[in-house]
């Protein structure tokens, strides 16, 4: 079972909606992350966040650390918000150092 | 401008040759981490350094190398032992958050291998 379960895999809406991004974690966490990766492969973080909520722009992202639980949100969508979102949290490597643990994605895909 | 560059974005090998990627960061950051991405996985560690000199495996190092002779660069050599090296490679730097105890990464734009 992967540690970090991002829903939905692939995401399609129209210009104007709102957008929702789930992250599920199994290990426990001293903060989340939630990155955007363009299709040409760079990627930026966008929030790092360990509790409640934190907002930039139309960008709002929540976590419930008692549910290990964080959503991503995107109000008044556009086409420029199309991208790849990827959720992380901290982990630990074989050799017992931290390390981040990275979700799948979730491929979103805004259409004027 | 600050930030992390990658060289070069595209890169094509023969099968059985090294290749060695560059990663450089004027970031005065003291960690650099190398990621590997594959369609429909989540990244994944290769290796990291959290100071000059030093530097520690990740989940999958097998077939890769690095160094880290300078604070600004973490160049990884990708060796023939590497099975499946086609890929979209990410270097990583990071600087800590004293509050949250948490790392921000800021991440290189990629560089990708094709192996023929």
């Known amino acids: 079972k992967n540690e970090v379960e991002q829903s939905p895999q692939n995401l399609t809406a129209q210009e104007g909606e709102f957008i929702t991004i789930n992250c599920s974690y199994s290990v426990g966490i001293s903060a989340l992350h939630w990155l955007q990766q363009h299709p040409g492969g760079g990627i930026v973080s966008l929030f790092m966040l360990s509790s409640g909520k934190k907002k930039h722009g139309r960008l709002i992202a929540t976590i419930n650390i008692q549910e290990k639980h964080s959503s991503l949100h995107i109000t008044a969508s556009h086409p420029r918000d199309s991208a790849v979102y990827i959720c992380a949290v901290r982990g630990v490597t074989q050799g017992g150092s931290e390390k981040l643990v990275f979700g799948k994605g979730t491929k979103l895909t805004v259409n004027p | 401008d600050g930030g992390i560059t990658q060289s070069p974005k595209y890169l094509f090998r023969k099968e059985g040759q090294n290749v060695t990627l560059s990663c450089e960061q004027n970031l005065n950051h003291d960690a650099m981490y190398w990621y590997r991405q594959d369609p429909g996985q989540g990244l994944r560690l290769i290796y990291y350094s959290q100071i000059v000199n030093d530097f520690q495996k990740g989940d999958i190092a097998e077939g890769y190398s690095v160094s880290r002779e300078k604070k600004e660069s973490f160049p990884l050599t990708v060796t023939s032992a590497q099975k499946n090296p086609t890929a979209f490679y990410l270097c990583?730097?990071?600087?800590?958050?004293?509050?949250?105890?948490?790392?921000?990464?800021?991440f290189g734009p990629g560089t990708r291998l094709t192996v023929l």
């Open positions: 990583a730097s990071s600087v800590r958050d004293r509050v949250s105890e948490s790392d921000t990464q800021y």
